[in-house]
Each structure stands twice: as structure tokens, then as C-alpha cells.
């Protein structure tokens, strides 16, 4: 994968006010707009300059493990008895997902500002874990922040995080989950901004992020690309992936923008169905998801009639969010995207055969692509292609799905 290949296209959006259309933007309080400003002029002169990407390209061949396979799987494409069903293999990048993508990304732009530590949150701590190793390859120091509850549920990640070297700082204020560590995290960056950087995790947040962690994520895609072509002679019908903050699925959409043939669908968490309102499907349900603004970006947000942020649910964490970044909400207007969902026992299912069929446990999230796979496949003819992210590796998953099959048996 060249450099050239690497750094980002002509696309035109997000626009210079980093809106996706209606979506996007930047609010924000006062405070924290010169910080954004830099990174943005930071960001801006690394993504003009090809030493940068040179950079990153060899850090994400000779570290992260790049390129990532695409594998055919015979066994669940037969059994389905469709389409033929290829899988993007991010679950086995380097730490076990694609977050390492931009983790990496970030973090090389934190050396090229000449700033010395990297603050993050954490809820399921996989972002966090992404971080802690970006942070201990390039010698940046490292603090994240977690809320005590999640800290609580997720020990095996604060480990992890602690034996990378990075400092794991408990959050005790309000539900003592992630958005409390959300909030800790943006005091203490706009307290040190001179020395320190916010490394946000998904395609979320105020602009220059959606777009900047879009672009690390699109070597997904890139790869993919050539690799269907190679392995397959064609492009695929349809691409799947699941939507949490989004970064898996537009770091492949995005390269398959202009070919208009390749369906892009997205799977959000259907969690216990849309009826039970328990459920994070931000674009499936009208009647709690509406246009909103939530850590800086305007979006679809899962709110209560007065605004408050709803209460969100599913089987697995990293899909667990009330809204969902922009540029999706854009694509879906435009009709270049389509999304719908998958709920927490279809992505048991899907965890199931995947794991039986062809010797790979995916991450849950992964997951919840592969369930909606399971309906799609047989209504489509033998001939047809269907490339799905495996977004991680299921590993960390192992404790949930035990004790939801104990539950189901
Ligand atoms: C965090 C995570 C996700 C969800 O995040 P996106 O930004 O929507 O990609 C999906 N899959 C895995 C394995 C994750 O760790």
C-alpha cells in the first residue's frame, strides 16, 4: 500500500466549517475552540504532506500488521446458501480491532505538534487499550480516564492499560460511566492544552475529528478494495458493517463512494428490539432519535421530548451510543448509505455460526454485522458478493456471550 494510496482523496466534505451538510460542525465552549483550531491547522498541513502517511503506512505494515486479509467464508456462504460472503479481517490487526487504525494516526500527529501526552476516555476500555499501546510504541505519555462503574465490570482492559504504562484515573462524579470520563477527560485537556491532545476514538465528536478519524480508518477500505478485486475479479454487491460512533464502517465505505453499484449498509444495535425502546438504532427509530448535539457534533441523537439523552442499550459496549457520526447521517440522506439493525440475539447468532462455520469469534460488535448477513445472504442469488468488516476479535467478549447463552438455554 503506497503513500499515495494512503492519504485521502479529493472528497469534497466535510466542508471548511466541518459540516456534513446539515450535520457535523463544532459546538463546542469558548474554551475549547483555540485547541480545536490548532489541531485543525496541525492536521491540515499532516494531511498535505506525504512523509506523513509514509509514516503511518510503515507503523500500520510492520506493527499494526497491515494489509489485513480478506477470507472467504466457504462454510457460512454455503450453509446461508446465497451470496457469496467475504469477511475484512480488522480482528486481526495488532490489539484486535481497527481502533488501533486511527489510535496510531493520532498519536503520530501528537509528535509531529511537538506535544508530549495524550489524554483519553474509555467506557468498555478498547478504545482505551487502542491508545494505551499507540502510546507506549511512540513514548507519549498516557492518561485515561473511566468511570468507576465501568472500571468496575472491566478489569481485565484496566490491566491491560496499566501494563502499557498508561495511567488508568478512576471517575467518581455523576453515573460514573463514560460520559462522566467524558467530561474528565476535556477538563484536564483544555487545563494542558499546550502539552497535551484529546485522542478521540470514533468518527465523533467537533470537527477536525469525524473527518481526520474517517481518513486513518480508510486503509480499511483502500485494502479492501484491491483485495475484492484480486481475490474475487469484482468489486462486491454489498459491503456490511456495524455502527457505533461509525469508524469501522466509513473507514470501508468511504473508498466505495463512487461506485455506485456496491450497496453500503450499516448495522446499528437493535438491542432487546426496536418496540422495547431499549435498543441503540439512532437511525430505526423516529419516535426517540431526532437531529441533536451531543459531544460537539450535530447528529442524530437518541433524546426524551425534552432533549435529555436517552438511555441506550445492547448486548455490546462499543455499539452501546446515543447518537452517531455525522458524515453517516449525510451519506443516509444523500441515499448513498442505507442502515438497519440487528438485535441482541441475532449477534449471538451470528456469533454462534461464525465461530462454528469458520473457526473465527468475532468481537460482538462484529457480530451484529454477521446477524444481519444471516437474513441478507439467502435472498440474494449464488453469483452475488457479500463483504462484510470484521471489525475485532471477540476474545474480550468471551464473559457476556457465556452468561447470555446460560440465560437463553
Ligand atoms: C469500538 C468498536 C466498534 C464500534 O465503533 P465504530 O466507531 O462504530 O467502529 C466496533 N467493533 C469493534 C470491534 C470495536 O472495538
Redesign the pocket.
Known sequence: MSAKNLSPTDYPLPDARGRFGPYGGRFVPETLMPALAELEAAYAAAKADPAFWDELDELFRAYVGRPTPVTYARRLSQHLGGAQIYLKREDLAHSG???INNALGQALLVKRMGKQRIVAETGAG??GVATATAAALLGIQCVVYMGSVDMARQQPNVFRMKLLGTEVRSVDSGSKTLKDAINEAIRDWVTNVETTHYLLG??LGPHPYPMMVRDFQRVIGIEARAQMLAQAGRLPDAIVA????????IGIFHPFLDDENVRLIGVEAGGLGIESGQHAARFADPAISRLGVLQGTKSFVMQDEHGQIALTHSISA??DYASVGPEHAWLRDMGRTEYTYCTDNQALEGFRLLSELEGIIP?L??AHAIGHVLDMAPTMPKDSILLVNL??RGDKDLDTVMKALDEQA
Open positions: 480491532a481497527h481502533k478498547q478504545h470514533s468518527a456495524c455502527v457505533g460512533g461509525g469508524s469501522n464502517a462499543g455499539l468481537a460488535e462484529s471489525s475485532g
